[in-house]
């Protein structure tokens, strides 16, 4: 059985920093795809960042150039940090898992539908 478990959100202001962490654990296979999404309330899920085990990364245009997603395959945890936070970025995350997933390109989709396993979330708040 997956679970995965997101911690790191909190409460900070316009231009700050957070780092998030998702530890997985029951992964069978070593061929993954992990992700952060985003949710906030009557809006659709929007994936925030991929990664795929062999490192293929992929992030949304929103998010570019501030988020970096990571991973310690050692430690079986994804990280998102988060850098120049905008009150736009206020949202429950979730980290997801795609797992198995055997991609050739090593990308792995940002489509929530495609992931089979998902944590609790953990609420990220940004205020101006």
């Known amino acids: 059985q997956v679970q995965l478990v997101e911690s790191g959100g909190g409460s900070v202001q316009s231009g700050g920093s957070l780092k998030l962490s998702c530890e997985a654990s029951?992964?069978?296979?070593?061929?993954?795809?992990m992700g952060w999404f985003r949710q906030v309330p009557g809006k659709e899920r929007e994936g925030v960042a991929s990664?795929?085990?062999?490192?293929?990364?992929s992030y949304a245009d929103s998010v570019k150039g501030r988020f970096t997603i990571s991973q310690d395959n050692a430690k079986k945890t994804v990280y998102l940090e988060m850098d120049g936070l905008k009150p736009e970025d206020t949202a429950m995350y979730y980290c997801?898992?795609?797992?198995?997933?055997?991609?050739?390109?090593?990308?792995?989709?940002?489509?929530?539908?495609?992931?089979?396993?998902w944590g609790q979330g953990t609420q990220v708040t940004v205020s101006s």
């Open positions: 997801a898992a795609r797992s198995p997933y055997y991609s050739n390109s090593g990308v792995c989709s940002r489509n929530f539908l495609t992931y089979n396993n």
């Open positions: 029951g992964l069978t296979s070593s061929a993954n795809c």
């Open positions: 990664i795929h085990s062999v490192g293929g990364i």
